[in-house]
């Protein structure tokens, strides 16, 4: 089972929509620029230029590097960031840099949306998955989401009875669970992290992350992220003897805006 939470609404999607909701709900008058960095393909990047554009607000971005080719062509999320008014500035982002007159009317954003304020919407996608279970009697049933910041896989398993399950697509494990710790000082909330069949180094190019990928379109049609998903399926699929997959729902957390770059890579190197 999937539970398709890439079709939430056309540009607020996905597990940032649910991480950065209460901003969506928030009176933000007072609030003039969205401060916030990352990666140039950052689906958060792309959901907080939607959250500024609708706000009319500013939002200033750094980030470290953007290839030459992005900068005369863009595309994907940054493209589509970029025609919401994002203003980039290459370079590393530091806390202690902003102004401090400013902070009043600053709203400053943790890279990948690791803030606890993203409790607040990713409670309302746990209790969307707790009416299905309830109206379907899928009691035993459990949940897998692969993490990056693990903010999404730590709020749903503090609001779900249910054994939630991920694995570390970002960092190893030890770095998951540190992620866990910034949020939520009671372990018992924790999420079980999986055991990875091999280390991947986030966003390089793996043939079996194309396959599975390419293999998830043919078999059911749906179209997965890139970068999660495909170390998610075969994360899964390596702990079926110990989790059934007929008794997983699988979150599908949006992301797909960012495969543009990734299948021109992807082409580029196996076809
Ligand atoms: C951001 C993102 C993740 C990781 O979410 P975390 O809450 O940071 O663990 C996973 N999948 C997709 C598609 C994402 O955009």
Not at 188 to 200: A, C, G, Q, V
């Given at each position: 089972m999937i539970k398709r939470d890439d079709l939430l609404h056309q540009d607020f999607n996905g597990n940032k929509a649910r991480k950065f909701y209460h901003f969506l709900e928030t009176d933000?008058?007072?609030i003039d620029t969205i401060v916030s960095y990352g990666s140039n393909q950052s689906n958060a990047m792309y959901s907080l230029s939607v959250l500024a554009k609708l706000n009319n607000i500013n939002f200033i971005y750094y980030t470290n590097h953007i290839p030459s080719f992005l900068i005369k062509e863009p595309i994907g999320n940054y493209k589509e960031a970029l025609e919401n008014g994002m203003q980039?500035?290459?370079?590393?982002?530091?806390?202690?840099?902003?102004?401090?007159?400013?902070?009043?009317?600053?709203?400053?954003?943790?890279e990948g949306g690791a803030i606890q304020e993203a409790s607040f919407g990713i409670k309302l996608l746990a209790d969307e998955i707790a009416t299905y279970i309830e109206e379907n009697h899928l009691d035993n049933i459990k949940i897998f989401l692969p993490s990056g910041t693990g903010t999404t896989a730590l709020y749903l398993q503090k609001y779900l009875k249910?054994?939630?399950?991920?694995?570390?697509?970002?960092?190893?494990?030890?770095?998951?669970?540190?992620?866990f710790l910034e949020l939520e000082?009671?372990?018992?909330?924790?999420?079980?992290?999986?055991?990875?069949?091999?280390?991947?180094h986030f966003g390089k190019l793996y043939r079996s992350n194309y396959d599975i990928w390419l293999e998830l379109i043919k078999e059911i049609n749906i179209e997965f992220d890139m970068l999660y998903d495909p170390i998610g399926w075969q994360t899964l699929f390596y702990n079926q003897d110990k989790?059934?997959?007929?008794?997983?729902?699988?979150?599908?957390?949006?992301?797909?805006?960012?495969?543009?770059?990734?299948?021109q890579r992807y082409e580029r190197k196996f076809k």
């Open positions: 933000l008058s007072k980039v500035i290459v370079g590393e982002y530091d806390k202690y840099n902003i102004d401090i007159q400013n902070l009043k009317t600053t709203l400053l954003i943790q249910n054994e939630v399950l991920t694995c570390a697509c970002v960092g190893g494990d030890d770095y998951l669970k540190k992620q000082s009671d372990e018992d909330n924790y999420p079980t992290i999986l055991k990875k069949e091999k280390k991947f989790y059934d997959l007929n008794n997983i729902l699988y979150v599908h957390q949006g992301g797909v805006k960012g495969n543009i770059t990734m299948i």
